[in-house]
T-cell receptor, first 115, second 116 residues
Framework: GENVEQHPSTLSVQEGDSAVIKCTYSDSASNYFPWYKQELGKGPQLIIDIRSNVGEKKDQRIAVTLNKTAKHFSLHITETQPEDSAVYFCAAPNAGGTSYGKLTFGQGTILTVHP | DSGVTQTPKHLITATGQRVTLRCSPRSGDLSVYWYQQSLDQGLQFLIHYYNGEERAKGNILERFSAQQFPDLHSELNLSSLELGDSALYFC???????????????FGEGSRLTVL
């Protein structure tokens, strides 16, 4: 099965700084890599995802990069704001099968943005 | 608001008991997934149903079972509860179960189970 490692476990930045969270995965057949944000008392919410046929994807202040050779992908948040404070999870699907919703999640990164 | 509704939000029960968690997916979503979130194990996939049929299983204990009804709501049944079953249980739904167009999972707010 897939194994996803996420670093760092906590990240503290000043408002306006950039934040980078990195994940590695084990299954070279994985081809879909989402990032979820979980705010206190809420369920995870997709913020960006990338498929294996592209190396980078951007959405305003958020970007994800993928290196399939090295089997790692990263989340980049620029110009961080206090409302970016949350727990961020990377994930990858178990290869094969009929369920892409069967995700293996990283352990999460607690991001704190100080005003 | 994701459109996924879970009840109850909080549940406190004793070891050995049985509980049922309920999930209503987003309107039109045929797939329902159950995940368990705990401090030591993180977010773990339990089971996936698509249009009433089981599609995939994760590390779901034999004491746990689930089903999806014709109206597409789903229930997760947890029996012979142990202290270690205390966790947040999330339901998520999506439009399609698999394939290259698969994307977002919409998570509910979870049911927090405390076993005393």
């Amino acid at each position: 099965g897939e194994n996803v490692e996420q670093h760092p476990s906590t990240l503290s930045v000043q408002e306006g700084d950039s934040a980078v969270i990195k994940c590695t995965y084990s299954d070279s057949a994985s081809n879909y890599f989402p990032w979820y944000k979980q705010e206190l008392g809420k369920g995870p919410q997709l913020i960006i995802d990338i498929r294996s046929n592209v190396g980078e994807k951007k959405d305003q202040r958020i970007a994800v990069t993928l290196n399939k050779t090295a089997k790692h992908f990263s989340l980049h948040i620029t110009e961080t704001q206090p409302e970016d404070s949350a727990v961020y999870f990377c994930a990858a699907p178990n290869a094969g099968g009929t369920s892409y919703g069967k995700l293996t999640f990283g352990q999460g990164t607690i991001l704190t943005v100080h005003p | 608001d994701s459109g996924v509704t879970q009840t109850p939000k909080h549940l406190i029960t004793a070891t050995g008991q049985r509980v049922t968690l309920r999930c209503s997916p987003r309107s039109g979503d045929l797939s329902v997934y159950w995940y368990q979130q705990s401090l030591d194990q993180g977010l773990q996939f339990l089971i996936h149903y698509y249009n009433g049929e089981e599609r995939a299983k994760g590390n779901i204990l034999e004491r746990f079972s689930a089903q999806q009804f014709p109206d597409l709501h789903s229930e997760l049944n947890l029996s012979s509860l142990e202290l270690g079953d205390s966790a947040l249980y999330f339901c998520a739904s999506s439009v399609v179960p698999s394939g290259p167009n698969t994307g977002e999972l919409f998570f509910g707010e979870g049911s927090r189970l405390t076993v005393l």
